[in-house]
């Protein structure tokens, strides 16, 4: 999965969103079929996130479809409609155990097939906002290779567990931390919840740090005011940028004159520290230099 900062929740009832999505400076936008729209408009909506994936489809980013939950009467009505616009992921809401996650795959993957051959594969992000799919965090990154990443879901986790949402998260950190470790574990992305206080910019700015600290790949966001806080909190600072540059070159070299030991101003230069460059590099946006494992130690 392509690296993320920020994923832009619009509401799939609002063509003017829909059709502006890709103005707005997220790298990716998640057209939104379940919360955001009344019982009512769900029909209604779901035709014209079809029409927007085939029509207005926005350009240079990433696109997500957050479909009805298993539990509800909608959601094999939202894939018919939403796999034939082929968007890059669906988002499953309220994603509860490996077996959530493998029966919405399989059918995406039914569809695909009757939608014929030659189509772009939709992988698959996992909502996780209840207690039992935080419990069953790994068994769920791990369930199918199809999927690709999980978010968290504080908003109904707090409301499940009788906790008071606060802008400091205290409530929500052992949730995030057991998601992330599940994601690395299984290789997936980790994704953040949104921060709930639209006007709270100082709050935002604050939350986001915290949470690229803590490991996510990226962050939710529910206004596009904050986007720019969010990519900036994923980004790495100029100064990692330059130390990251130096020790893949200094990697690189020791590679092609066969040394089997390399520092950098004092340090050494072993595997880990080549990976953490690589993955400073990548978030943004760089194409890390490649290495072998037997690039040496100091």
Known sequence: MK???SLLFMPGNNPGMLASAG?????????????AVARTEKDAARILVRNALTELRPEGIG??????ALDTPFWQDDIAEVVKGGPDFILQPKCTSPEDARTLIAAIEEREREYGAGRKPIRLLTLLETAAGIE??????????K??????????????LGAKRTPGGEEILYARTRLIMACKAAGVKSLDTPYPYVT???????DAAFSAQLGFDGKTVISPQHVAAVNRAFTP??????WARRVMAV?????????????????????????????ILSRAGEAPVSFTEDTAHA
């Not at 709270?200 to 604050?206: I, M, N, Q, R």
């Open 136 to 145: 069953n965090a790994f068994a769920i990154a791990s369930a199918h290779p």
């Open 63 to 68: 696109v997500v479809v957050r479909i009805n």
């Open 237 to 242: 600072p100029e100064e990692q940028l330059r």
């Open 3 to 5: 690296h993320y900062r």
């Open 23 to 35: 103005a707005l400076g997220a790298d990716a936008a998640i057209f939104d079929l379940e919360d």
């Open 251 to 279: 990697a690189r070299k020791a590679e092609e004159e066969g040394k089997g030991a390399v520092s950098l101003d004092g340090m050494m230069i072993d595997l880990p520290i080549i990976k953490r460059a690589q993955l």
């Open 147 to 160: 999927l690709a990443g999980m978010q968290l879901g504080a908003e109904d986790l707090t409301l499940e």
């Open 200 to 206: 709270d910019l100082e709050g935002l700015e604050k």
